[in-house]
């Protein structure tokens, strides 16, 4: 597949591989570039073009045909290769760039906003002490791949009563009671699974787990609360 720099047409790669073709030599020691590697694009060019022009004017067959796809793909592997390898800023300028046929890089920030969307998810009991949760928006809440960048996952356990020391409860982040709103829930994860597995102490068994969801953006903006949900723990 071409890539956005690169056009769609043999015609127009021919014409972008002969503008290289005329600069390459003259900017050489200016540009950095390897004489073999713009000898190199000169002679794919020649190729390119003669088997193109034989298609052109001579009865197509499927033998003309794949040199012509052989040809025009070894003359685009090495432009992409050219490009990746020597093309840079600086000691290209911005007015080099434009002469090759490339769009400037786009410097420009993008403005990446807080989550808006709402997620949910649904519990499941993969095995023994885990809980398993399968995240998904919430009916009519569109998904936005650079604000809805991953998911923060909260949840808390309720202990059973009279049988857990107060060090335990700190040191577990057990909830004191059942939580009233996710933000009581005492612990978090981040991931960017949509499933993903929560696993708990051996003596978690039986005991009451609340869990609530919401998008995260890269920067660790979050959303809007999801629905809280709970499970007894397996």
Same mark, same amino acid.
């Given at each position: ?72 793909? @070894?003359?685009?592997?090495?432009? #992409?290769?050219?490009? *990746? $390898?020597?093309?840079?800023? +600086?000691?290209?300028?911005? =007015? ?69 020391? @107060?060090?335990?409860?700190?040191? #577990?982040?057990?909830? *004191? $009671?059942?939580?009233?709103? +996710?933000?009581?829930?005492? =612990? ?47």
């Amino acid at each position: 597949m071409a890539q956005d720099w690169l056009p769609s047409s043999r015609t127009d790669q021919l014409a972008m591989a002969h503008n290289w073709n005329k600069l390459l030599p003259i900017k050489e020691v200016e540009w950095a570039i390897p004489k073999e590697a713009w000898k190199k694009l000169d002679i794919l060019e020649k190729t390119a073009r003669d088997t193109l022009t034989l298609a052109q004017t001579s009865a197509r067959n499927a033998v003309i045909n794949q040199q012509v796809r052989t040809a025009f793909g @070894e003359l685009t592997d090495h432009m #992409r290769d050219v490009r *990746r $390898r020597h093309f840079f800023m +600086p000691p290209l300028t911005e =007015a080099d760039w434009v002469s090759l046929g490339l769009r400037l890089p786009d410097t420009t920030p993008t403005t990446i906003g807080p989550p808006t969307s709402v997620v949910t998810a649904e519990i499941s009991y993969p095995h023994k002490n885990a809980l398993s949760l399968f995240i998904t928006p919430l009916a009519g809440h569109r998904y936005d791949n650079r604000a809805d960048w991953g998911f923060r996952i909260y949840f808390g356990v309720l202990p059973h009563t009279g049988d857990i020391s @107060e060090e335990m409860m700190i040191e #577990r982040q057990y909830l *004191r $009671r059942p939580p009233q709103n +996710p933000e009581e829930l005492t =612990a978090s994860h981040f991931t960017r699974r949509k499933r993903d597995l929560i696993e708990f102490p051996y003596d978690n068994s039986g005991k009451q787990c609340f869990i609530c969801v919401r998008y995260e953006n890269s920067k660790g903006d979050k959303g809007p609360w999801g629905p809280m949900g709970s499970s007894f723990i397996p």
